[in-house]
């Protein structure tokens, strides 16, 4: 590197933090080594560490400086006063002529290389000792964007010097204990993006919430990124699978969900501001902002990114909307999750429930109790309540001395990246960010229970509920010849429970996805016309109205469900149910009441294989085999298995294999396996028979159990004779698992007896089970009980 107080970002690298910053480093280390792989960083300069000690030197202000700071230590003056006053120093300063020169020639220069004259740049700070893994400094100074001409290009590079003193950086840096003078700061002059016109966003290359490495997740809205960055609007968020991108064939998106968008920020045609917030149209609120080519391409640069830097990586892009081209803006070390270790984690588990008051996305997995403190300007922070629960709008730097000592935060604004979440992730504080309505519904004063561990929704209750922590290390876990499998319904449960060495799940249920995410009956959707509650149809157009056909949001949900519960533990197998909802479940779905009849006893009815090829619901059933043939085909992830449940004789599974095969679901094509719910005494009996249609089975215990002994499973009155481990259930169990294996098909079981009971859990072990699925709360305590019973057996 030479001694020129100014160098463009191809001349620098992260050997040269302690010249030009981290921020300012990792641009330049992107362009020299990544723009081969495609990654697009708008071109720029950067000022050294050595020309703002030379500023300090040319003026005369470091004295000054460490007076002030003297007299701000020993409690004489203010932060307040002291900033102002150091701030003052550096507006009222001049660069050195060959400095300022400098930077007006490469400015003029960066012009020529854009082919413009007047270029607009956006003006970035860079301290020397930010973004390091133990003190990020990230959010602590200003930016300027959207400076043109070279009269407030060097202002904008003043201001950036005093931003190094704001009260929140004063702050930040007494905590963290670095005298402020060691701190050096570079300026990044970056050409500026039409993202006003177009798009911008965050992206991480680890999953934020969960941990979870093999994810990136982008966040989106329209306009400049500060928004997001600040968390002042909900953005759209997306998640990729990483280890599938490299197949081009593959589109690996398992997660899209639209934010409100309500607000962007544009650039300032006059006046001091450079830039203004606007409304968003009611167009650009309802669609999405990336189309998923450019998810792909993004998550493809965050991928090269993390790999040429070895880590998890934090990143911020742009797209011009003029050219429509994508930018890399920014690029640093994630700081939270990574440094987790993966071998051990505490599990959080609420005991009761109360009235939901509001929900938004859960940052962080615990739970945190408190009153409400609600706080709606920086102005009045000072009236904050140690260990309350901090409720605002949103939050930036400022507000970081409080949120330290909150138990828990909730903002009305603010998605997954914004500061909110990146700083309550930072400070193990659990919050709950984009309810929309916190600071109204939550009184202050009001005692609030906030949990964070049900999953990517977060909770605030009315009161204090009681919970219980459990600490778990992964290491004790013994080894067992048997696959331990885990059942999951929600799709972000998947993610919570990604450290469990599962070896797959077991059970998949689908309609848990169709009741919490899709909420609309199928059949609805295929005939709209016929629901004729008007609440119900206004919801259907409400959900449905980013889709030119009604039938494309089932399909699109569906899958994108089942892909974030296979991706975990992609290529380990994971069995998918198919929709076994009983009629009266079917009928509380929205508009479910205009397609199913009343039944006396749903359990025994309309349910599982039997509905798949009727004509009530075949039009329904035909967008399920779709979904499953989108997520394995599309995008990639072929270890799903699907399963037919409640499947009453061996015609029946005929018809249902037919059905699925003219829908695309053909057993056997493009590596497809079919398994069988083993629940109904006539699959024991005539085992032998299915075995020939499926390469698996399940004993689904619970129904077994229901119809072998005959006792209503819901039933209360009953609950005493209802037991899996009655001789008559195990027997059939026992020969279920002796014919599977006689017709060389797997079997396992996925029900709650073996955790409840380690007798059941020794007996399935020593009649052979192939596979044990449990509730992944109850792995935990279950997998030590089969790994004695297997010891047992073998003696």
């Known amino acids: 590197m030479t ?14 933090v302690p010249q030009v910053g981290g921020k300012n480093a990792s641009l330049g280390e992107l362009i020299q080594s990544l723009k081969a792989k495609g990654v697009r960083v708008p071109d720029g300069f950067a000022t050294t560490a050595d020309a703002y000690r030379r500023f300090l030197e040319a003026n005369g202000i470091e004295a000054a400086m460490r007076s002030r700071i003297q007299s701000y230590r020993s409690g004489e003056s203010s932060l307040r006063a002291t900033g102002e006053a150091i701030r003052e120093l550096f507006l009222d300063s001049e660069f050195p002529a060959d400095i300022g020169e400098s930077i007006r020639s490469h400015y003029r220069e960066l012009g020529g290389r854009a082919g413009l004259g007047r270029l607009s740049v956006a003006v970035r700070s860079s301290a020397t000792a930010e973004d390091l893994p133990d003190a ?24 950036c010097y005093a931003s190094l003193f704001t009260d929140r950086a004063i702050s930040y840096r007494e905590v963290k204990g670095f005298d402020h003078l060691d701190v050096a700061l570079s300026i990044g002059v970056q050409r500026m993006v039409r993202s006003d016109v177009g798009a911008s966003g965050v992206m991480f290359s680890i999953d934020t919430d969960s941990g979870f490495p093999r994810a990136a997740v982008l966040s989106a809205a329209w306009g400049l990124g500060e928004t997001v960055v600040q968390g002042t609007i909900n953005p759209d968020k997306y998640l990729v699978f990483k280890p599938l991108l490299a197949q081009r064939e593959f589109a690996p998106i398992i997660e899209k969900t639209l934010g409100s968008k309500a607000r962007k920020m544009v650039y300032s045609r006059g006046g001091h501001a450079r830039t ?30 993390e790999e040429h830097y070895a880590r998890p990586m ?10 429509g081209e994508l930018f890399m803006v920014q690029a640093r070390p994630e700081t939270v999750q990574s440094q987790k270790t993966g071998s051990r984690f505490t599990l959080h588990h609420l005991l009761e429930t109360g009235s939901v008051l509001a929900r938004g996305a859960a940052i962080g997995d615990s739970i945190a109790q ?8 920086a102005a009045d922070i000072e009236n904050f309540r140690d260990g309350a629960i901090l409720v605002t709008e949103m939050t930036d730097p400022d507000w970081v001395p409080i949120m330290k000592r909150a138990a828990g935060i909730v903002t009305d604004h603010g998605g997954p990246t914004s ?8 400070l193990g504080v659990p919050a709950v960010v984009g309810t929309g309505n916190a600071t109204t519904v939550l009184a202050e004063g009001l005692a609030v229970t906030i949990s964070c561990a049900e999953g990517d929704e977060g909770r605030v209750y009315r009161g204090s509920l009681a919970f219980e922590t459990e600490e778990v290390d992964l290491g004790e876990l013994p080894k067992t010849h048997t696959k331990v499998m885990v059942n999951i319904a929600s799709p972000a449960a998947a993610f ?7 070896d797959g799940v077991g059970l998949a249920r689908m309609e848990f996805i169709i009741s919490s995410l899709i909420r609309v009956h199928p059949m609805a959707l295929v005939h709209p016309e016929r629901v004729t509650d008007a609440g119900d149809a206004e919801q259907i157009r409400a959900l449905t109205s980013g889709y030119a056909d009604p039938k494309d949001y089932f399909v699109d949900a569906l899958a994108l469900g089942i892909a974030k519960i296979a991706a975990p533990y992609h290529p380990r197998p994971v069995i998918v149910r198919l929709s076994d909802f009983k009629t009266n479940e079917y009928a509380h779905l929205v508009g479910g009441s205009a397609f199913e009849e009343p039944e006396e006893n749903p359990m025994l009815g309309f349910r599982g294989a039997s509905r798949y090829y009727d004509e009530r619901y075949r039009e329904g059933f035909a967008l399920e085999c779709v979904a499953l043939k989108r997520v394995r085909e599309k995008l990639g992830f072929g270890n799903i298995i699907v399963m ?24 056997g094509e493009n590596g497809l396996q079919v398994y069988m719910m083993c629940e109904i005494p006539s699959n024991v009996v005539l085992a032998e028979k299915f075995a020939t249609r499926f390469d698996g089975f399940s004993i689904g215990s619970n129904d077994l159990t229901q119809l072998v002994l005959g006792v209503d499973r819901d039933s209360a009155q009953l609950a005493s004779l209802f037991d899996e481990r009655d001789e008559a259930v195990m027997a059939m169990i026992s020969e279920a698992i002796a014919k599977a294996h006689a017709a060389g098909i797997k079997i396992g079981i996925c029900g709650q007896g073996p955790s409840n009971h380690p007798e059941f859990a020794a007996f399935l072990v020593s009649e052979g089970i192939d596979s044990i699925s449990l509730n992944p709360d109850s792995y935990l305590r279950t997998v030590p009980r089969i790994a004695e019973a297997e010891k047992q057996a073998a003696r």
């Open 276 to 305: 203004k917030m606007v409304d968003t149209s009611e167009a650009e609120r309802r669609a999405f902002v990336l189309a998923d080519a450019e998810i792909l391409a993004l998550a493809r640069w965050a991928v090269s990114v």
């Open 496 to 502: 919570q429970w990604w450290r469990l060495p599962a």
């Open 370 to 377: 408190g009153t409400a403190c609600v706080i709606r300007s």
């Open 644 to 667: 037919i449940p409640f499947c009453r004789t061996p015609q029946e599974a005929d018809r249902v294999l037919a059905v699925m095969a003219e829908n695309g679901l053909v057993r």
């Open 419 to 426: 500061h909110a979440a990146i700083v309550s992730r930072e």
């Open 314 to 323: 934090d990143m911020e892009w742009a797209r011009d909307g003029v050219t």
């Open 3 to 16: 001694d020129s107080p100014v160098l463009w970002f191809e001349e620098i690298g992260m050997g040269d």
């Open 136 to 159: 990020s400094f990230a959010g602590q100074q200003e930016t300027f964007l959207n400076i043109a001409g070279e009269r407030e290009l060097l202002d904008a590079c003043r201001r």
